[in-house]
Structures are given as C-alpha cells and as structure tokens.
C-alpha cells in the first residue's frame, strides 16, 4: 500500500489528510498529524473521502467527452480534438459576431488555485471579458467586499490558532460544529483548557454551536446590523470602547457613534426579537474580554446587506480594539476549500489578479504587462445573478461551468434553467456527470477530481496547502488546469491570436502555472514569492503573505495598527438596519432559513455517493415549531408543500425545538434530480448585495401547508 498527502477538499478548514492507496485504487483516508489545520483528525465527511472515491461511485462520474449537435438529441461520445475544437469554433464565432461580453465562465471555489489562475487569465486576457464569476460568489464575496471596506483589503486577519489565545469567541451566521467541524474541535478543546472562556453565538437557531454557548442570541432573520449597533451604543454608554486604539488606527468613529444613538438596546431587542438583557451581556463580553475573536460565514454573507453586516461587525472590532492582538479579530470562515485562493487570482468578475483593483488604471497595465497583452478590460463583468439574467436576455450567448453545479445551487431556480435552456452554447466541465447543470451541456468535458489532481489551495486562515494525485483519473478525463490550456491554444487559433494564446499558455505542468501566479504577488499584500512547490513539500503549509527571502508566512495581520487603506487606518462604516429582501406576509407568512447538515456538503454530488453520510439525515425535512404545525393540523413526517413567491416543494416536516414560532429550516443539499423535481433553492430570492452582488440565499418568506 502506498500513502500521499494531500488536502481535503470540503470545508475552509482545509484538513490534511493521507491518502491510502494501492493498484491505482483509493482504499482509505486518515488526518494528517502534520498538518497544521487539523493535526490528525477529521471529521464525518473527510474521514469518508475515501469512499467517495470507491469503485462504484464511477458510475457517477463523466468520463469521456460527450456533444449534442442538436438539443433535441443526446450527447455523443467524442474525442478530446473534437470537444475542444467544436468549443473553440463555437466560442470564436460568438466573439466575433458578438463581443467578448457575448461569453462567460462560471467556476467554483473548489477549483484549485492553478485551475483557477488560468480561467482568469483565458477569460480577462485572452478573450477580453471580465465575465468571470464562480459559486463563491454565492458564500463568499461579501466577506470579501467587507473587509475591504472596512480593513482596506480582502485578507483575514485571524489563524484558527487564535482559538487557542482567545478569551471570548463571538460566533455569528455560522454553524461551526456542522460546517466546519474541525474548527470546532479546537473551540471544545480551547474551553476546556481555559474554563472562563465565554463563547457567544448569534443565530436564528439552536443549533449544535448555540446549544454549546454561554450566551446565545436567537435574532430574528436579517436583523444582525441592529444587533451590532445596539452592542457598540451599549459599549460607549458603559465607557468600554477603546478611545485610544479608535484615535490612534481608525477613522470615521463620529458618524457612526452618531448613527448608534438610535439603537438603544430597547429598540434593538424589539427589532431582533431578543431580551434586552442578551444584548448588554453580548456587548459586556465582547468588549471586556482580554482578547475577542469573531468567527462568522453564510448567516452574515447571504443576505442583500451582507457587506454591511460584515462591516458593523467590525465595527465592533474597532470600537474594542479587539483586532491585531493573538486571539483577536474578524475571522471569516470559508464554505470551500479554495474559495480564498479563487479571490488571490482575482477569479471574480470585479476582481484582478493579486488583489489588484479593476478600477486602477495602473493595476490593469500591471497584469496585462504580467500576462503579454495590451490590456485587461476595466469594466465589471457580470456577477453570479446577472451572468445568469444575461443568458436569460440572450445578452450572454455560451457559457462555460466548471466544477459547480449551478442548476442546483443558484437562487430562483426556476429563472436558471430558463436561462440555461436559451443558451446557445453550454459547456460543463465536471467530474460528476449526473448533476443537474450536466443536463444542460451541449458539451460535456471529463475532469478529474480530488484524488487524481495536484496542485495547492487556500483556507480561511491564508494557509497555503499542497493538494496531490494518489491515483490516475479514470476514463479520458484530464485535469481543469490542462482542459483550460488545450482550449486556450485552439481559441487563440480560430480567433487569429494563434501565437499570443501559445506564449501565454505554456504550461505543461500545474508548477509551471504556480510559479508564474507568485510571481504576479510580487509586492502585493498577498506577497508568495517566497513561496515554492519545494517549499510547500518540505515545510507543509504556510500562511500568506510569504515574500521572498522571508522564513514564515504571518500568523495574523495588522498587529502594527496599520491598514492598507490610503491613510493607513481602518475605517469604520455607517450600517443601518434593512429589512431583508421579502418579508412575511399573510399568503406568505413564515421566515425559511437554510443551513448545511452535518454530514453533508454543498449540492451533495460527492457526499451523495456515501451511504453511511446518510445516516444523520437521510432526506430533506423543513424543521418546523410545533405550534406552527399544531396549528397546521401536522405530525413529524407528514409530506408538506412548502411555497414562496417563486416556486414550490414537497418534503416531510420535522419538528423542531432548535427554532422559535414563525420560523422554518431547510437543509441546503437536495436539488432537484434527488428531490424527485425542484430543489429548495427553487424558493429563495436572487435579490443581491449592491456592493458584493452576494444573492441573499439564508431567507425567504413561505407557506407551507399538508401535502
Ligand atoms: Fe474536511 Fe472540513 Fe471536515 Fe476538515 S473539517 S475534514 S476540511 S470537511
């Protein structure tokens, strides 16, 4: 039997794993005690890694080339020149005819960094459209609008180390114990070291995080920012701010403190629905602990204010002082695994690579001079809701999907598979050939998937890890940095750009693709240049930045005081109180909030293939108060249809003490090829964040009745 480490390739905490293997077969999985993630354990879904690489998942998997001449017809097998050049003719016709804008990629943050590097620099450099956008977008982007908002700069401040210093947690829109589950580990042992460690949860539920909690606050849906703004009226009433540290490193205190006069904790516990009381004792703690860490994720990124919920939460961090010191600061916790190194390589449609700004004249010439073109476009592309709406209007005539499935996992379904049937062209790239989005590929490529691909990630805590190939891939499926390159040279061809598209892509190894991404840091916040693939093998993971000639990468950021805004200090930003974008009304009268289970994760394409990761849920349940039900004549198991504004599902009901009446739950998993029609997703708004274009995926309004 043979061993190779590698990453698993779920959740932001990003867990070392050794990969058991024997005969080009997948035979077992166990933590890495190496890895400074996770130090040997894993949880429920890593720990079953294995098994979804099992023989009999291959009949999950795609495995050659396939194309459909006519929509009517199934797709064909094809060779890997046929796809490729059929997409490149296709997409150059459409260029030509149309614009560069006319085409689009939609990728996903479990793409690995390299893949990711050259779908940027396709799409950005080659064609010429900044119509770049991945899942991330959906969990992520207002995490990244936050902070550099209020920081300066999208980089996490924190380490999953600094549970370990911290003397009050503060978790808000995140159920750890389930998403991320390691990460919670620590938190346990991190209490139990330190018994006077307070640990406070914000959340609508009760869920297996509040239910461990000292304080929890059980906020109505939506109503985070007149939390955090009657906690800092609370903090300058009681004199608990830290005036030198808000003097010394922030700017813009006044207008806020002004703003938060409004948000008595009277006022505000009406709004949330929670005990004055609560409110005070959050605020005490949060700002009279020696050292304060919030740890937060979808429950303040998905709604249409997310950035400002990110904002007003640092808000608090800057008022307190709570930031820059071990155990202090705003963590955001990533859903997936390489979500942080997507928005390294600039792999959003508002972002440029190295966290450069699209807006900036002379950041634009940097990377067009980096990649040998004459320049990047400066205009936004379309974001996740309006890349869809734009295929929708005909606006956006081929799309290329790669590693996500969108047909499951973006808001008002209904709107996307509308969208995806008027495409002309849609190609999926995909590991998995059952998804929903697969239904729609006019062409489908054969990628491979965890297991068979080498290359690095990101997680939550800039911490840069080696992923490796254990096994070869099966069928004719290729790696997504290779498919990306074969496409790039063929498009170049068709659209007369033969020789450029050569000198950019010619890479022939995911190192060579590495190499010239940490050089494009050079400078940069993010700085990896001293970051090799040798470095990775011999040191294990290391955190950004990492500059040349350095030893270390940074454990945490800003314990200078200095922000890299352009007066160095860190702003704090004016917050009020919205509604979310539907309320409950008399057709519509109950909140539906969604969540990730435990065993469980994302849209269930490897999870799925597991049987035993099926035993602590095994179907979607709308969770639901029993006076709702009683009053709806239900009993746990009844079949029920649940309906917003937008479309309707049928699922068994659960009761559920882990809510309060008016409220119901869904889990975010099922789409629709396993719920037998629409996936839940088909009832949730794509009502989005002006700022971060973040689509409000945590909450809609429903009826739900006996089915
Ligand atoms: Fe994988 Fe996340 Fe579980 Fe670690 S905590 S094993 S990264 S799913």
């Known amino acids: 039997m043979a061993e190779t480490k590698s990453t698993c390739c779920y959740c932001g905490v990003g867990c070392g794993v050794v990969i058991e293997h024997e005969a080009g077969r997948i035979t077992g999985v166990r933590g890495d005690p190496d890895h400074p993630a996770n130090f040997g354990r894993l949880c429920t879904k890593g720990s079953t890694l294995h098994l979804s690489a099992a023989p009999d998942t291959l009949i ?136 006077g460690m307070k640990l406070v949860v914000v959340d609508p539920r009760r869920t297996d995080t509040a239910e461990a909690a000292d304080l929890h606050l059980p906020l109505l849906p939506g109503t985070d920012i007149a939390l955090y703004n009657a906690m800092l009226h609370v903090m300058l009433w009681e004199g608990w701010v830290n ?39 959050a605020a005490e703690i949060f700002a009279t602990a020696p050292a304060t860490m919030s740890m937060y994720c979808q429950g303040l990124n998905q709604y249409s204010f997310g950035t400002h919920n990110n904002s007003a939460l640092i808000n608090l961090h800057l008022a307190t002082g709570q930031i820059g010191r071990p155990g202090a600061g705003p963590f955001s916790l990533t859903g997936q695994p390489n979500a942080m190194g997507g928005r390294e390589v600039g792999g959003l449609a508002n972002l440029l690579s190295a966290h450069r700004d699209m807006a900036n004249p002379e950041h634009r010439a940097e990377v067009a001079a980096l990649w040998g073109v004459d320049d990047v476009p400066a205009q ?63 062409l489908l490529l054969p990628a491979t998937t965890w297991g068979e691909k080498d290359g690095t990630v990101t997680n939550s805590e800039r911490a840069i890890s080696r992923v490796r190939a254990a096994v070869s891939a099966p069928g004719e499926a290729r790696h997504d940095w290779a498919i990306v390159v074969d496409f790039a040279r063929r498009l170049g061809i068709h659209m007369g750009k033969a020789d450029l598209a050569a000198r950019m892509f010619p890479y022939t190894t995911p190192e060579s693709i590495w190499n010239e991404h940490r050089e494009s840091t050079r400078s940069r916040d993010l700085d990896i240049t001293g970051l090799s693939y040798s470095l990775l093998e011999n040191a294990g993971p290391q955190q950004w930045p990492f500059p040349e000639g350095a030893d270390a990468g940074k454990v945490r950021l800003y314990e200078d005081g200095v922000f890299p805004t352009p007066s160095g200090k860190a702003r704090f930003v004016l917050t009020e109180h919205r509604i979310t974008a539907e309320s409950p009304s008399a057709r519509y009268p109950l909140h539906l909030n969604t969540g990730r289970l435990r065993d469980q994760w994302h849209g269930m394409s490897r999870t799925g293939l597991v049987a035993r990761l099926y035993s602590h849920e095994p179907e979607p349940m709308l969770h639901m108060h029993k006076d709702d039900m009683e009053r709806r004549g239900l009993a ?12 309707d599902v049928v699922l068994k009901v659960l009761e559920s003490a882990t809510l309060r009446p008016g409220q119901t739950f869904v889990p975010m998993h099922w789409g629709g090829n396993t719920m037998g029609g629409q996936g839940v997703n088909v009832l949730l708004p794509s009502a989005f964040d002006p700022y971060s274009k973040q689509p409000e995926l945590k909450h809609a309004a429903v009826q739900v009745e006996k089915y």
């Not at 960094?113 to 450099?125: I, R």
């Not at 540290?245 to 629905?273: N, Q, S, W």
Request: charged share 25%.
């Open 60 to 195: 999950a998997r795609a495995l050659y080339p396939a194309l459909r001449t006519d929509r009517n017809a199934g797709r064909e097998r094809v060779s890997w020149d046929t796809a490729l050049d059929t997409a490149a003719e296709r997409f150059a016709a459409i260029i030509a005819e149309h614009g560069p804008d006319a085409v689009a990629v939609y990728g996903a943050g479990q793409l690995l960094t390299e893949d990711y590097y050259v779908f940027n620099k396709l799409v950005k450099g080659l064609i010429g459209t900044n119509n770049l956008d991945t899942n991330s977008r959906l969990c992520m982007s207002s995490a990244v609008a936050g902070y550099k908002l209020s920081l300066g700069a999208d980089a996490p401040p924190c380490s999953y180390e600094d549970i370990a210093h911290s003397h009050a947690l503060f978790i808000t829109g995140s159920n750890t114990a389930f998403a991320h589950p390691i990460a919670f580990r620590r938190i346990e042992d991190a209490r139990k070291a330190r018994p």
């Open 243 to 281: 005036r030198d540290y808000i003097e010394a490193h922030t700017e813009g205190f006044d207008a806020v403190k002004k703003a938060v006069r409004e948000y008595t904790p009277a006022m505000a516990a009406t709004l949330c629905g929670l005990e004055k009381k609560a409110i005070e004792q």
């Open 380 to 442: 936004p592309g379309k974001s996740a809701v309006e890349m869809f709406n734009g295929l929708r209007s005909g606006e956006i005539k081929a799309i290329w999907i790669a590693c996500t499935n969108p047909a499951q996992s973006m808001p008002d379904q209904a709107l996307i598979h509308e969208a995806l049937a008027k495409a002309e062209f849609v190609v999926v790239q995909e590991a998995f050939g059952h998804t929903e989005t697969c239904a729609y590929a006019d």
């Open 636 to 647: 746990s198991g009844d079949l029920v249809q649940v309906k917003s504004k937008r479309g």
